[in-house]
């Protein structure tokens, strides 16, 4: 195993724990999520005596789209038994012998209670999943532009130090010091934390750029970075050395789609995202665009997860909204990359740190 490799295993395992045991309990608490919601519904007592699909919809005037389909077979198929299925009558029913989960419950358990911290916006997401089977969802940048928590509910999973080992061990898998004095863009920046940890990597010996489709997100950014860095500082920094924060090195921030990058060809030396494509409408299309703003011999790098995924409650809540494409293969990601460019593909660690060149 190369030292790159090493270095990202070892930073992600030391940072959050056994990764494989860290997904496993946010899957728990994603199905809790997923079926609170339905249970607020009234689903369970609907079918508490069985249920076709299509009594079901027209009970609860949801539309037969594939949103919905896959939905219900993700219950059929839970290994909980929480709905038992007739094959013979295609009917769903309410398993009697299974009770729901509790939230409290499962705080008690070990760990749950700092995953639970980091899951705040897939749990708002989730209340939104009956209105996507009514036909009636927002496109997930307006629900999340409105006014409201959620700012700080997304900041506060995104500087979760779940979050920040993933951002730790992308940087521990690539050679920093090649990135030093050179321009780099970071999709999916948020309020301007993650790009406050960037900074500090960097020491503030790059020019970074940080772009979000939020506007409100961008507007904290713009406004707030040099609070948002003395406290990230604060949190993570605590004993090192870092410069001031002056109007060379300040990034610069834009609200932005992945998608739609307006930048010109060939801008950036490195592009960084950590676990952006599948909220991307068009996956494709953003990898496309990042291969374009990027220099020849640029560098594209962070944590991108792939189907097949043992988190199919995470995949189901995050396509609660419209234009979002979901979780991919990783022969699509492979494909896509090299369709735009890429070359020298690399990935290590059940996170999907990942790297690859601009040819």
Known sequence: MKMGKIKAWFTLITQMGPVASIGNKFEVLNRFFVLDVLNDQGLFEFISTPKTYEEILNHFSYKDISYTQ?????????KG?????????????????????????????????????????PQKFAKVIPNRMSGKSKDFIEELGEAGPSLFDYDEALTHKLY????????????????????????????????????MKFKGNSYLVGVDPIPSFIETARELFRIILEETIQKIGKNKIFPELTEDN????????????EFPDESFDAVYLQQILHWTSDPRKAIHEIGR????????????GTLPLRTPYMDIMIRAHEKVNGFFGLDDFKKWLSEAGFINFKRTTPAGIFKTIKK
Request: hydrophobic share 35%; aromatic share 10%.
């Open 70 to 78: 896959e939905l219900f077979k993700l219950l059929k198929e839970d």
């Open 81 to 121: 038994k929480i709905i038992l299925f007739s094959e013979d009558n295609n009917t769903y029913q309410r398993n009697p012998q299974v009770e729901l989960p509790k939230l409290q419950e499962l705080l008690n358990i070990r760990d749950f209670e700092r995953i639970y911290m980091a899951s705040k916006v």
């Open 164 to 199: 920040t080992g993933l951002r730790n061990s992308s940087f521990a898998y690539i050679k920093t010091n090649k990135l030093l004095k050179k321009k780099i863009l970071d999709i999916g920046c948020g309020s301007g934390r993650e790009t406050a940890e960037l900074w």
């Open 250 to 261: 300040h990034p610069e921030f834009a609200t932005m789609k992945a998608e739609e990058l």
């Open 293 to 304: 703003v990027l220099k020849p011999g640029g560098l594209f790098f962070g944590c991108q």
